[in-house]
C-alpha cells in the first residue's frame, strides 16, 4: 500500500507559479512511476505530468514548458511546479502514484485546489 499526501495548492494570480508537493509513504520502494493529473469544473480527469524511475518526463501540450514534474527519491516526494498560470489551470490536482509488485497498482492523493484568478 501506498499513502500519497498533497500540499502546496492555493489562489494565485495569472502569471504566477505554485508548487505542489506530493509525499508518499509505506511501500514506496514498489513506486515505479508518479504523475500529476487535475480536474476542471465540470470536466475529465487528465494527466498533466508524468515521471518514471529512470527521469522521463511526459506533458501534453496545454502545460509544456510551464508545468515541471520532479522526484526526490530521498524524500519518497513528487513535486509539480507550475508557471506562468492561467485562469484555465484552476482546478483540483491530484497526485498519483504507479506501484509494482507482481501486480500494478495506482494509489491516488486526495487533492489540492488550485486556483487563477485576479
Known amino acids: 500500500q501506498v499513502q500519497l499526501v498533497e500540499s502546496g495548492g492555493g489562489l494565485v494570480q495569472p502569471g504566477g507559479s505554485l508548487r505542489l508537493s506530493c509525499a508518499a509513504s509505506g511501500s514506496t520502494l514498489s513506486i515505479v512511476a508518479m504523475a500529476w493529473y487535475r480536474q476542471r469544473p465540470g470536466k475529465e480527469r487528465e494527466l498533466v505530468a508524468y515521471?518514471?524511475?529512470?527521469?522521463?518526463?511526459n506533458y501534453p501540450d496545454s502545460v509544456k514548458g510551464r508545468f515541471t514534474i520532479s522526484r526526490d527519491n530521498v524524500k519518497n516526494t513528487a513535486y509539480l511546479q507550475m508557471n506562468s498560470l492561467k485562469p484555465e489551470d484552476t482546478a483540483v490536482y491530484y497526485c498519483?502514484?504507479?506501484?509494482?509488485?507482481?501486480?500494478?497498482?495506482?494509489?491516488w492523493g486526495q487533492g489540492t485546489q488550485v486556483t487563477v484568478s485576479s
Open positions: 498519483k502514484a504507479v506501484a509494482w509488485s507482481g501486480l500494478s497498482a495506482d494509489y
Open positions: 515521471i518514471n524511475t529512470s527521469g522521463n518526463t
